[in-house]
């Protein structure tokens, strides 16, 4: 699994009244730090999908967790290419849901790397290192 770490963790927990029952309102940000590469030899292309997954937020019953809403964006991004190379990054999908097992919320996002090389004689890499999330959590707790 290319996920590594979190970095930069930070989780906010608001006193709300609604809607229903939901009486908690946690925002939690931070960096997902991993690694999402391609290395392409000349005159080559070559496309990279991964997903990474970590938890995040408070540890909830499940009777307890009522919604969860994801943002992602990409924070960390390197190249290297002699100059004739086209990439292309794409978050193709993310959400967040709350995770039975571990008791808090599951963060999933999948994300692809495509590289075309067309220097004839020079290897080109790319890489996705870190990606933003920007996570809230609704609860009834």
Not at 25 to 50: E, M, R, W
Not at 89 to 99: C, E, I, P
Not at 105 to 127: C, D, G, H
Request: contains cysteine.
């Amino acid at each position: 699994m290319p996920f590594m770490q979190l970095a930069n963790a930070q989780e906010v927990e608001v006193v709300v009244d609604g809607p229903g029952d939901v009486n908690r309102l946690y925002l939690c940000k931070g960096l997902a730090q991993g690694s999402t590469s391609v290395n392409v030899q000349p005159g080559q292309g070559d496309t990279v999908t991964d997903t990474w997954q970590f938890h995040i937020g408070p540890q909830l019953d499940a009777n307890k967790f009522r919604r969860a809403i994801a943002i992602m964006s990409f924070a960390g991004l390197q190249e290297q290419d002699p100059g004739a190379a086209w990439i292309s990054y794409y978050l193709q999908m993310f959400g967040a849901d709350f995770d039975d097992d571990n008791g808090k919320v599951k963060v999933s996002v999948t994300n692809s790397l495509s590289m075309s090389n067309s220097t004839p004689t020079a290897w080109a890499s790319s890489a996705i290192t870190q990606l933003a999330y920007d996570i809230t959590i609704l609860a009834a707790v």
